[in-house]
């Protein structure tokens, strides 16, 4: 009887079928993009980081820029698993995207943020590394130094 109970619910009304197939297409992963910091060399690096991508499931849209070092993925994927695949497929050192355009940090210029491996106009997210975002940000008398020279000071002639 258990057996039959089970093959019927799949006879009983096309609708229930049909939700089936709704319900899985709801559990579909959202549209995410997934930056990758790989070490490319030449273009056969770059090829190879491309397709090894190119072909799984869920992918809409590969880039890579071999002078940032960066694989731009975009579609509906799992950021572990494409991290995983890149770095199995490639046998390369492989990490997620470490940087932040340097105007989104308060401080670029801070030790610990700035870093001379990033590509040009980025920094480090300090967001990340609670030990590092300490020393980012500026004290009083930074702030009091730097602002008593602004524009935006009507004092600053006076200093001046």
């Known amino acids: 009887m258990g057996v039959l109970d089970k093959i019927s619910v799949y006879f009983?009304?096309?609708?229930?079928?049909?939700?089936?197939?709704?319900?899985?297409?709801?559990?579909?992963?959202?549209?995410?993009?997934?930056?990758?910091?790989?070490?490319m060399d030449c273009e056969g690096c770059a090829r190879r980081v491309?397709?090894?991508?190119?072909?799984?499931k869920g992918v809409t849209q590969v880039q890579v820029e071999p002078k940032q070092q960066k694989l731009t993925v975009i579609g509906h994927v799992d950021p572990d698993k494409v991290l995983h695949r890149v770095?199995?497929?490639t046998h390369k050192v492989v990490e997620m995207w470490p940087f932040v355009p340097y105007d989104t940090v308060p401080h670029p210029y801070a030790p610990g943020v700035?870093?001379?491996?990033?590509?040009?106009?980025?920094?480090?997210n300090i967001y990340d590394n609670p030990q590092v975002s300490s020393l980012a940000r500026a004290s009083s008398a930074e702030v009091r130094y730097t602002t008593a020279f602004s524009d935006d000071n009507p004092n600053a002639c006076l200093v001046m």
Not at 20 to 31: A, F, H
Not at 114 to 124: F, H, N, Q, T, W
Request: hydrophobic share 25%; aromatic share 8%.
């Open 114 to 124: 700035y870093d001379k491996k990033a590509p040009l106009g980025y920094v480090r």
């Open 50 to 56: 491309r397709k090894s991508v190119e072909d799984m």
């Open 87 to 89: 770095r199995h497929r």
């Open 12 to 39: 009983e009304s096309p609708w229930s079928w049909r939700d089936r197939k709704k319900l899985k297409k709801l559990k579909k992963k959202p549209l995410q993009t997934v930056e990758i910091r790989v070490k």
